[in-house]
């Protein structure tokens, strides 16, 4: 009705090429865009830079927790840091399995030639809970932040499945070290009975006489910034005694009375508001001498605890409203970047540094 029999042929025609169009486009872009399991989508830079950050990381954890498991004598704390160790090896084994899928070049990071078989402990079994609970910690808050900036769908499972995993750890070394009384307290305050509003600018900072005692919120940066310094003056203590090269020893030292200074500081501005600061860890530190991993992995190591702290500074600046106290973390973030650029050189200088993914060089691929 109104198309003679050669218009509808080519009408026809024309509706059978648009739909195979539509249907391809929908395939094209289900394929690119949004398959539901994502395995043909390209891996984004963030996704790229987090699982390549990851593994190296992994790896050195696999690493550390084999020594550990070597010379640890309690049954509990051996049982956390099996776990600790199981955890470490499923996701460097779903990591492989996801970079073979990509053909995606798999890290070097640490094996089995940065572990000294035989070297004697070099701490406590008391240290080994507090160094579990720092790095369940740390790696929870950035196993959160790799799972916000990934797109595709098994790279998000993979990374819900690392926070639930660190949640799971660091609640098992917690009721650990709460069973074994170790447990360091964050000072306790008078619980709020009724809202207040800031009501003066003294708030900020009093130019005359004392300043106000110290909000909640800062005092959890000063209670997580001295457990992180606690860690990291211990590792950088015993490694300066295990070192060879003398210049890796320096370095050591050198981190060794930095987080030292970094505790005192924040020390004081606790007590000065009259509350308890954490005891230090100095004694889970041994008196051997003998290496348990390659200066590489050491030296890497302390690049972490660094990126840890300024992490962790970082979030405790943005709740601090105390001006001297954020000028105190200033000072310190300054000094730690400037202590974390060294070792990264040092790093460099003996090509111990993998580069991680890189953007295409455009002025360089135009000449």
């Not at 929908?26 to 390209?42: A, M, S």
């Not at 000063?222 to 590792?235: A, H, I, P, R, T």
């Not at 060879?244 to 009375?257: F, N, P, T, V, W």
Request: contains cysteine; proline residues 4%.
């Amino acid at each position: 009705m109104g198309f003679t029999p050669k218009t509808s042929y080519f009408s026809k025609r024309i509706i059978a090429h648009l739909m195979v169009r539509l249907i391809w486009n929908t395939y094209r872009e289900r394929d690119f865009l949004t398959n539901q399991d994502g395995r043909h989508i390209t891996l984004t830079s963030t996704e790229l830079g987090e699982l390549w950050k990851n593994y190296i990381g992994e790896s050195l954890l696999n690493c550390v927790y084999t020594h550990y498991l070597s010379n640890v004598d309690d049954d509990r704390i051996r049982a956390t840091l099996e776990k600790a160790s199981n955890i470490t090896k499923q996701h460097m084994m779903k990591l492989e399995e996801l970079f073979n899928k990509e053909s995606f070049a798999i890290p070097t990071g640490f094996g089995k030639n940065d572990i000294n078989d035989q070297a004697p402990a070099v701490f406590t079994d008391k240290f080994y809970l507090f160094y579990l609970k720092e790095t369940s910690r740390i790696n929870l808050l950035q196993f959160s932040n790799a799972l916000t900036v990934s797109f595709r769908a098994d790279v998000r499972e993979y990374f819900s499945e690392c926070v639930n995993d660190m949640s799971d750890l660091f609640q098992e070394t917690m009721n650990a070290m709460l069973a074994k009384g170790l447990i360091i307290r964050a000072p306790f305050i008078p619980v709020p009975t009724e809202v207040k509003f800031v009501e003066s600018k003294d708030f900020l900072h009093k130019l005359i006489g004392q300043q106000r005692p110290m909000a909640s919120t800062e005092i959890t940066g000063m209670y997580v910034n001295l457990d992180s310094n606690q860690l990291g003056k211990s590792l950088m203590m015993a490694f300066s005694q295990v070192v060879q090269s003398e210049d890796i020893k320096k370095y050591m030292l050198r981190g060794r009375d930095i987080s030292h200074k970094n505790i005192v500081i924040l020390q004081d501005l606790l007590t000065k508001d009259h509350l308890p600061a954490p005891q230090l860890w100095d004694p889970e530190v041994l008196e051997s001498k003998v290496p348990p991993f390659s200066e590489k992995l050491m030296l890497y190591h302390v690049a972490l605890a660094n990126a840890g702290s300024l992490f962790n500074y970082g979030i405790s600046l943005t709740s601090t409203f105390r001006y001297d106290i954020s000028v105190d973390i200033a000072r310190l973030v300054t000094e730690i970047a400037k202590f974390s650029n060294d070792g990264v050189k040092m790093l460099i200088d003996r090509k111990w540094l993998e580069q991680p993914p890189m953007a295409a060089d455009r002025d360089e691929l135009a000449k």
